[in-house]
């Protein structure tokens, strides 16, 4: 089943109500009115579970949740949302990727379906506060049904989480924000996030009404530059050069971790590509033009790669998922150092250009034999294949939270850096194409504004850390999160 598709060049994503096509089955859950009473996930012993969406199969994804959270959390699951301690949202989907042959002796009789997908679910508890969030994938193909793989590892990762959960409040507002509207543009790589955090912070408080633009990077912080927006979302911290020329002094807030993945639309090969940072320099150069290219086949000798030519498919605007693509191909090659180099703009060898993240996959969706770079988060969004990428320890690494999360453990004194990079970290189960994401806020900011911007880092700093997960993206490490803290004290 095909997502719908945004238009987030034309769409505000605006706080207290949804755009008409929204951009991911997370964003549609039906909302409880009623407050539970858990400020903790230890705390949470009775549960009432939402429907899961309307994608085919999500409903078995839900009763076999729910059947978990029995049997393995030992939660009470009631009927009513009233009787409840805290929330359960969830959203899945599961689609085929393929067929795959059991037997290469006879090939053509002995074909089965292989399986990709996702499983994500929140807690919410007293007064909308998300108390927990996870996503799971596979990790790699599956044969026949996954549909108990994901739900049961998702209910393991919950039950850690319950057992690890202080007793300690939340983390909610600070005090009561003012009627205010705040205006904030940028980057497409984490708006679904955005999105989800400004609704969430909405409804904990209904004076402040926040609008989104999500118009990329480059086009971001320009707005901000022109005071045309109250603060900027940026995958590019503003370097030391701009600051140092600008007026106006800067907060740059690290906000989530996300991964950039290439992405490709390859019919029936039963299995998920491996790259090497060398195959995806090539293709992006031009070197290497067709899928079953010897030094692709190196690293994928059971895939059945077409003869057919790669469409070869980039970013045409400003873009920080750009900066982080052609970062991790000029650290790892020389050639792609010399020729393209990074930037959020680069003149492309080859390929055709789309705008945002949205863009690039669902041009990805469209065309056969293709590949593209996008947020993690987008490519399950539109169902597409996404390939694992060699890391600095010489492993071939799939984007899941684990391996982003170990990217950003491995990197170290992130809390100490606001240029921080996470690209090509050296951890053995590092994702490669991992990196943070920033906010960058006007110290000068002013009156009621200052005063809900404050508020809001709080938060996001807080509770919004913990609904990161069900969205692909990773929370703060805790040394981020406690420099931040020290870094909004400048607003106060």
């Known amino acids: 089943m095909r997502t719908k598709r945004l238009g987030w060049r034309q769409t505000e994503l605006r706080t207290g109500r949804r755009s008409a096509a929204l951009w991911f089955l997370l964003l549609s859950f039906p909302h409880s009115a009623r407050p539970q009473d858990a400020t903790t996930l230890s705390r949470v012993k009775k549960v009432y579970v939402e429907p899961f969406g309307q994608e085919s199969g999500v409903e078995r994804l839900r009763d076999r949740t729910i059947q978990q959270l029995q049997s393995k959390a030992k939660l009470q699951v009631v009927a009513a949302p009233e009787q409840a301690d805290a ?8 689609w085929p990727a393929g067929y795959v042959s059991t037997d290469p002796r006879s090939p053509s009789t002995t074909r089965q379906r292989v399986f990709q997908g996702f499983l994500s679910m929140e807690v919410i508890g007293k007064d909308h506060e998300p108390l927990w969030s996870y996503l799971v994938t596979p990790g790699e193909l599956r044969i026949g049904d996954i549909t108990n793989e994901l739900a049961d590892r998702l209910v393991e990762k919950f039950v850690q989480a319950r057992k690890q959960s202080a007793e300690a409040p939340a983390g909610g507002i ?9 205006t904030v543009a940028g980057a497409t790589f984490p708006a679904p996030l955005y999105q989800k955090w400004f609704e969430l912070f909405h409804e904990r408080n209904p004076n402040a009404t926040i609008n989104y633009k999500a118009v990329g990077s480059d086009a971001g912080v320009e707005l901000l530059m022109r005071g045309e927006v109250d603060f900027a979302a940026s995958d590019v911290p503003l370097s030391r050069e701009k600051i140092a020329a600008s007026k106006r002094a800067f907060l740059q807030v690290a906000t989530a971790t996300g991964a950039v993945v ?9 299995r998920s590509v491996n790259f090497t940072p060398e195959v995806l320099a090539g293709i992006y150069q031009g070197r ?23 469409a070869v498919i980039h970013r045409s605007d400003g873009s ?3 900066f982080a693509w052609t970062d991790f191909l000029s650290k790892v090659s020389t050639g792609w150092r010399a020729a393209v180099g990074v930037g959020t703009v680069v003149h492309w060898p080859v ?9 690039v996959a669902t041009a990805i969706q469209q065309t056969a034999n293709s590949i593209g770079y996008v947020e993690l988060a987008y490519a399950l969004q539109h169902q597409l294949s996404f390939g694992a990428v060699r890391n600095a320890a010489g492993k071939f690494i799939e984007a899941d939270l684990p391996s982003v999360t170990a990217a950003a453990e491995a990197a170290g004194n992130l809390g100490l ?4 990079s996470i690209i090509d970290a050296q951890g053995k189960n590092a994702y490669p194409i991992a990196t943070l994401t920033w906010w ?8 009621k504004k200052r005063a809900a911007v404050r508020e809001l880092l709080e938060w996001m700093l807080s509770s919004g850390q913990k609904e990161c997960s069900a969205l692909a993206y990773a929370p703060l490490p805790r040394e981020v999160v406690n420099r931040e803290l020290q870094v909004i004290d400048g607003l106060k």
């Open 351 to 359: 390929g055709t250009g789309a705008e945002g993240n949205e863009g």
């Open 320 to 322: 920080g998922t750009t």
């Open 174 to 182: 600070s005090g009561a924000a003012p009627t205010v509207a705040l």
């Open 288 to 310: 290497i033009k067709r899928w079953n290219d010897p030094a692709i086949r190196a690293s994928n000798r059971d895939a059945d790669l077409p003869d057919q030519e790669i």
């Open 87 to 94: 929330i359960v949202r969830g959203t899945g989907s599961i």
């Open 440 to 447: 960058v806020v006007p110290e000068d900011i002013a009156g």
């Open 417 to 420: 850096d606001s240029q921080a």
């Open 262 to 270: 290439p992405a490709y639309n390859l019919k029936a090969i039963g």
